[in-house]
């Protein structure tokens, strides 16, 4: 039995969540009593995350969904509710492009993050919406990132498209206000994942990528850390929530640093694959 029942009788979707955050975000919502509803584009990582809840004695079912295509997660949304109810949504499955310039990205590169981060995030709203407001509540959780306030250079497609997510989110929550549908932003902050320690530059630039681990050393937290505060958000009317505030950035980056994060040891391995793309840098 879960140790915590603040949200017992609820089912809650994660997608994204063979691994990473998304995984941690569905051991936090099951710990806390939800049924939770694991997806990501591999069968046997769903599965594995599936089996490894369930040992944690948490009810998980789960299922391939790729966010790109609209039937793939209407099918889980179908999943979800086959347990009974849909109560939380959390659009977390995520990618990022290749390192490097804009005029110099690879076209298929910048379709594949748009394709997930922006048609993912509206599939997901969009299969789980409609039964929020049917039933007058539900909370949904688009997953913020580094660019959602201003531009970062060399990163455009991620970032502009964790822009685009903020706005999306923010104006669903103008479309569903009075209705006690709840929409939630989630940034994490820097967290010690796959997408962090598994990085593809463009070939002339991933010099530059050395400074990561230790920005990462500074502010990272590990997915379990970042994970908790999803509780918070599903419980509550918060709008948002963001890991780095400028107090944080101090008090965090000071507690790793005294950690001893920053030594060479301690780092998050850093993985760089280097593509040629077709211009000079
Ligand atoms: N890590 C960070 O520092 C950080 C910071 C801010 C925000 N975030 C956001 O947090 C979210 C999770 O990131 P993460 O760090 O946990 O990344 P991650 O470790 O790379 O995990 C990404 C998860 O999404 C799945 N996925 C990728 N593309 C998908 C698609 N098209 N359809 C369905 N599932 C897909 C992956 O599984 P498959 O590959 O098997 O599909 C995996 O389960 C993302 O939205 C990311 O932008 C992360």
């Given at each position: 039995m879960p140790p915590h029942t603040v949200l017992q009788g609820r089912v809650a979707v994660v997608t994204g969540s063979s691994r990473g955050l998304g995984l941690a975000m569905a051991r936090v919502l099951g710990l806390h009593g939800a049924v939770v509803v694991l997806a990501s584009r591999s069968d046997d990582g769903v599965a594995a995350a599936v089996g490894r809840l369930r040992l944690e004695g948490i009810a998980a079912d789960g299922r391939r969904c790729d966010t790109g295509d609209p039937a793939d997660v209407d099918a889980l949304r179908d999943m979800a509710l086959s347990r009974g109810t849909l109560d939380?949504?959390?659009?977390?499955?995520?990618?990022?492009g290749v390192y490097g310039p804009t005029a110099s990205t690879p076209v298929d590169d910048f379709t594949r993050v748009v394709r997930t981060n922006i048609l993912g995030t509206f599939h997901g709203a969009r299969a789980a919406l409609p039964v929020f407001l049917e039933q007058g509540h539900g909370d949904l959780v688009n997953l913020y990132g580094?660019?959602?306030?201003?531009?970062?250079?060399?990163?455009?497609?991620?970032?502009?498209?964790?822009?685009?997510?903020?706005?999306?989110?923010?104006?669903?929550?103008?479309?569903?206000?009075?209705?006690?549908?709840r929409v939630h932003g989630m940034n994490p902050g820097l967290v010690e994942t796959a997408l962090l320690g598994k990085v593809t530059s463009q070939a002339g630039y991933e010099h530059r990528l050395g400074a990561l681990q230790v920005v990462v050393g500074l502010w990272g937290q590990s997915a379990d850390q970042a994970a908790q505060p999803i509780l918070d958000l599903v419980t509550s009317d918060k709008a948002e929530y963001r890991f780095l505030t400028r107090r944080r950035l101090v008090t965090h980056g000071l507690h790793n640093i005294l950690a001893g994060r920053l030594r060479r040891t301690n780092r998050m391995p850093l993985e760089v694959t280097v593509v040629d793309t077709d211009r000079e840098p």
């Amino acid at each position: 039995m879960p140790p915590h029942t603040v949200l017992q009788g609820r089912v809650a979707v994660v997608t994204g969540s063979s691994r990473g955050l998304g995984l941690a975000m569905a051991r936090v919502l099951g710990l806390h009593g939800a049924v939770v509803v694991l997806a990501s584009r591999s069968d046997d990582g769903v599965a594995a995350a599936v089996g490894r809840l369930r040992l944690e004695g948490i009810a998980a079912d789960g299922r391939r969904c790729d966010t790109g295509d609209p039937a793939d997660v209407d099918a889980l949304r179908d999943m979800a509710l086959s347990r009974g109810t849909l109560d939380i949504w959390v659009n977390n499955a995520g990618t990022s492009g290749v390192y490097g310039p804009t005029a110099s990205t690879p076209v298929d590169d910048f379709t594949r993050v748009v394709r997930t981060n922006i048609l993912g995030t509206f599939h997901g709203a969009r299969a789980a919406l409609p039964v929020f407001l049917e039933q007058g509540h539900g909370d949904l959780v688009n997953l913020y990132g580094q660019g959602d306030r201003g531009p970062v250079a060399m990163q455009n497609a991620y970032a502009s498209s964790k822009r685009w997510v903020r706005q999306f989110t923010e104006t669903l929550r103008l479309e569903t206000k009075g209705t006690g549908v709840r929409v939630h932003g989630m940034n994490p902050g820097l967290v010690e994942t796959a997408l962090l320690g598994k990085v593809t530059s463009q070939a002339g630039y991933e010099h530059r990528l050395g400074a990561l681990q230790v920005v990462v050393g500074l502010w990272g937290q590990s997915a379990d850390q970042a994970a908790q505060p999803i509780l918070d958000l599903v419980t509550s009317d918060k709008a948002e929530y963001r890991f780095l505030t400028r107090r944080r950035l101090v008090t965090h980056g000071l507690h790793n640093i005294l950690a001893g994060r920053l030594r060479r040891t301690n780092r998050m391995p850093l993985e760089v694959t280097v593509v040629d793309t077709d211009r000079e840098p």
